[in-house]
């Protein structure tokens, strides 16, 4: 076996193990809901943010600005205090059009609503009555799509998704993730009742997923870098990991909240 071979299978086991370990943090957090996946999902915010900051260029200075700002509404969402809901939206939205009007930089105040959004949806669909559930499928849906598409990726190839973006990224991986995520819904809605609406919904979100990989994608090509960051071993930064669940979560937040908004509606 040639060194480059050994080399690649040692990345491989790497990312693997890392993983695995991310996932199973994700999971201990989600099952303990409350504080800890409270401090779990703030802690990932501002790690994002400041991934994102980075990426932005952002200089010293404004980076701690970004990140003080975003304690707002984190705080606002701790358990102590208001909670996940329209409160907190408002002062996500607050906190991002206060570093708007400090920087006049809109690519600085939208880092906010990138970070702050995913975890507010996150914390609203874990307060849920079957919140448990609900947030499994979410992040699933996005572990089982970014499997399919590694996967069929590799063993099928074929014409590229996005070459100027995202080299490596194949038509045959988007369909292999899309498949993924759809079979993990059926699976949901078979064995513990997911409800249609969201079973349904599954394929459109892994696309989504998809859209916000590209997007990562596009944004470190701009910047000039490989990854986000060097947080995690064989992975990069945060960002690379989470990138397919920042557009998902908000959206299965609304899934989830579709009879409530139709009550409040009506």
């Known amino acids: 076996m040639s060194d480059a071979a050994r080399a690649r299978q040692a990345e491989l ?4 193990v890392v993983g695995a370990a991310m996932i199973a943090v994700a999971l201990g957090g989600l ?16 790690g994002v943010l400041r991934e994102w900051a980075m ?3 952002a200089r010293e200075p404004d980076l701690r600005l970004m990140l003080f700002a975003m304690v707002v509404p984190l705080a606002i969402m701790s358990p102590w205090a208001a909670g996940a809901g329209f409160r907190a939206l408002g002062f996500v939205l607050g906190a991002s059009l206060f570093i708007y009007g400090v920087s006049r930089q809109p690519v600085r105040a939208a880092g ?5 959004l995913p975890v507010l949806a996150l ?8 919140g448990l559930l609900f947030g499994f499928w979410t992040l699933a849906l996005v572990w089982a799509c970014d499997m399919g598409a590694f996967f069929a990726g590799r063993w099928l190839g074929g014409p590229r998704l996005a070459p100027a973006i995202s080299p490596n990224k194949t038509w045959a991986g988007l369909i292999g993730g899309v498949a993924a995520a759809g079979a993990l819904g059926v699976a949901l809605h078979v064995g513990y009742g997911l409800p249609w ?10 696309i989504a997923s998809q859209g916000g990989d ?3 994608s596009w944004l470190k090509r701009r910047a000039g870098v490989k990854d986000s960051g060097t947080l995690l071993p064989g992975h990069g930064g945060l960002l690379d990991r989470l990138d397919g669940l920042i557009p998902v979560a908000p959206l299965a937040a609304l899934l989830v909240m579709l009879p409530q908004i139709r009550g409040w509606m009506i």
């Open 31 to 46: 099952w303990l809901g409350g504080v800890v996946f409270w401090i779990l999902c703030s802690a990932v915010a501002l």
């Open 55 to 57: 990426l932005m260029r």
């Open 112 to 116: 906010l609503l990138y970070a702050g």
């Open 197 to 206: 609406r969201l079973t349904l919904a599954t394929p459109a979100l892994a």
């Open 13 to 16: 086991a790497t990312r693997a």
């Open 123 to 130: 914390l609203i669909i874990r307060d849920q009555p079957r």
């Open 214 to 216: 590209l997007f990562e």
